[in-house]
């Protein structure tokens, strides 16, 4: 029984057949014709120089009453075949495996021209898929002959297949099916390893020999067909992630395809656990990104001083209350030191060590400080502090507040402004009031970014 075949003319092997040896048989049997003028000589010398790839060569003559004479059957062909035709004619072969491959031979003598093949039939004890590139030529006792160079797909596959057995990577061989004109309709798969089959079925007779538009169809109308379909039809490699529903689950694969023969390999990695992380991880930063802008908001807006810190005790954001009560630009302050603000002159206890307890303990309740303003003046009022819970990249921050005094005279003159290291030549920079930032019923509260 034929299970499928394919033939692609002179013009088109290059296309379909990947392998070297092939290819260079192909160049061999050009070279020759050129030098003869005609169909190549099968001469004594050339088949010495073939010698290298005897074992999977096969020579058949045409005899006289038109039937095909097996003259020679390489010894890796009868490994692979599991018989010898040696002296035997293609008509005692089973009835559609002759046919075919009298078709083919046929093809091979009117035309004059090498023909590739590939084909899979059950006349083999492997039932492999075999690629066969046949060459005409006229043999040194005048006949026509054909040479065939016959592989075995599997073959290549033995030692890939044996390393990946042993990982957790799936491996399919595809083998292309094609239509009357030659068009790629579905593919075969020639064989998977064990991990492709627990993913397509869990038992290896569901999945070797299966045929994707049959007996996957989820995955035939994927991506997953589309990679293979495009590498082998153009011969280059394709890297993608495709998603589809297998067994009632769904899946994503990480695929990468090669071109093989008339086929392709195709390699595999089962990320779902990996895609349905990278989905949750998702979701949770945009929830994190629709908080950290309502917060940002609020922050911005709020009429209570804030200001954030680092680890290093260094401002990295301030609101606008925090600057206009100062007195800064948003420049003047970004990259300064807290403690830089601090009027340690008149200042019950060390600016210092306020910002220190901050960073081990990570909060601070209502401590009595004073800050200069860019004007000289002094603000008196409340210094609170508490981490920030979900800083972003894992960074240590801190939030600032500063709840001012009510105006009871607290603000004094103060004649030592803060150095040129920290502000701008800037005199127009306007400031609001106390009594304009804050309400008077205001009661500050702190904030803690959660």
């Known amino acids: ?132 590139i046949l060459l005409p030529f006229t043999s040194d006792a005048g006949k026509f002959c054909v040479l065939s160079y016959s592989l075995p797909v599997s073959q290549r596959y033995q030692l890939i297949n044996g390393i990946l057995d042993s990982t957790t990577d799936g491996i399919l061989t595809l083998s292309a099916v094609r239509n009357e004109q030659g068009q790629l309709a579905d593919f075969i798969i020639e064989d998977a390893n064990e991990a492709a089959i627990l993913l397509f079925g869990g038992v290896t007779s569901d999945v070797v020999n299966a045929q994707l538009a049959k007996d996957f169809r989820e995955i035939y109308n994927s991506n997953f067909f589309r990679i293979a379909q495009h590498t082998t039809e153009t011969g280059q490699p394709v890297r993608a992630e495709v998603s589809f529903t297998i067994n009632g689950h769904h899946r994503w694969l990480r695929v990468a395809a090669a071109k093989s023969g008339d086929g392709a390999v195709v390699t595999f990695t089962d990320v779902t656990d990996e895609r349905k992380r990278q989905a949750i991880i998702k979701g949770r930063l945009a929830d994190l990104s629709k908080r950290n802008a309502l917060a940002t908001a609020i922050y911005e807006v709020a009429p209570t001083m804030l200001c954030t810190m680092n680890d290093e005790g260094v401002i990295i954001e301030a609101n606008r209350a925090w600057l206009q009560s100062l007195g800064l630009s948003k420049s003047q302050t970004i990259g300064l030191p807290l403690v830089s603000l601090f009027n340690q002159k008149n200042y019950l206890g060390s600016g210092a060590s306020v910002v220190q307890d901050i960073i081990a303990e990570g909060s601070l309740s209502a401590h009595p400080v004073e800050l200069i303003r860019r004007d000289g003046t002094v603000l008196q009022g409340a210094l609170s502090a508490n981490t920030v819970s979900e800083a972003l990249d894992g960074m240590w921050q801190a939030v600032v507040s500063l709840e001012l005094n009510r105006n009871d005279g607290t603000e004094t003159a103060f004649s030592t402004s803060l150095s040129d290291e920290h502000i701008d030549a800037d005199p127009s920079q306007s400031l609001m009031s106390t009594e304009e930032i804050f309400l008077p019923d205001y009661k500050a509260r702190r904030l803690k970014v959660k």
């Open 1 to 132: 029984m034929i299970y499928f075949h394919f033939e692609a003319d002179h013009e088109d092997i290059r296309k379909h057949a990947d392998d070297h040896v092939f290819i260079r048989l192909l160049a061999f049997w050009e070279l020759w014709r050129v030098r003869d003028g005609e169909l190549p000589q099968l001469t004594s010398e050339r088949r010495a120089s073939l010698r290298w790839c005897r074992s999977n060569l096969s020579e058949i003559s045409l005899e006289a009453d038109n039937e095909w004479l097996y003259e020679a059957f390489g010894a890796q062909i009868v490994q692979g075949a599991g018989f010898d035709l040696s002296g035997m004619r293609v008509s005692d072969l089973p009835d559609d495996v002759a046919a075919l491959t009298h078709a083919h031979l046929h093809r091979s003598f009117t035309s004059q021209k090498p023909l590739y093949v590939t084909l899979r039939t059950s006349a083999t004890r492997t039932k492999t898929t075999w690629e066969q």
